[in-house]
């Protein structure tokens, strides 16, 4: 389903466990980590589409979680050429996407990553809410910027330290509570990047 501008709707998941730290699903067969989400079908609210998604790829329902907040407007990328599947050129330009932040009030062991029968995810982990920035496939680092930073002003206190997304900076001990952790590292598994190949994503209709 594409809109008259030739975006698909879609929703993305931010999903917050008690230490603030955020749910990376690893793709199918693939090496590549990156946070639920998936289209939106025709007839479905936003909201609507994240709760179907939350149990198809990660297990969850919908007492499983809080909704903390969501983002106001759609957030749109487009998606170059080179990835967009031929019949597709000409009239599918990308995404839009709604981000909701959840937090998890159930457990880790209720997350289910075969609770269909077409899997999403392989394995999964928790990390630290922000991705460095150049592990983001270039078309969507403006989406992921705008999506976790409107968001963040809904994380609860104890993650309120000030936290940089431009490539190549990193905060202060001052600015960091005396943290000297950097973005790197958030490291991802030997051999493992985020999002490094769209068409393992949702881009192609």
Known sequence: MLDRD???PNVGIVLLNQKNQVFWGKRIRTHSWQFPQGGIDRGETPEQAMIRE???EVGLQREHVR???RTRDWLRYEVPDRFIRRDSRGF???QKQIWFLLQLVGHDWDLNLRA????EFDAWRWNDYWVPLDAV???KREVYVTALTELARYLPRHEHRNRFLRQG????SAESGGDETSHEALDLPPGTSWEPDPHTGNEHV
């Open 169 to 172: 900076v990193r905060p202060s």
């Open 116 to 119: 269909t029968d077409h899997p």
């Open 92 to 94: 599918y330009k990308g």
């Open 54 to 56: 939350l149990h198809e």
């Open 6 to 8: 030739g975006f698909r």
């Open 137 to 139: 496939v270039e078309f």
């Open 67 to 69: 909704i903390v907040a």
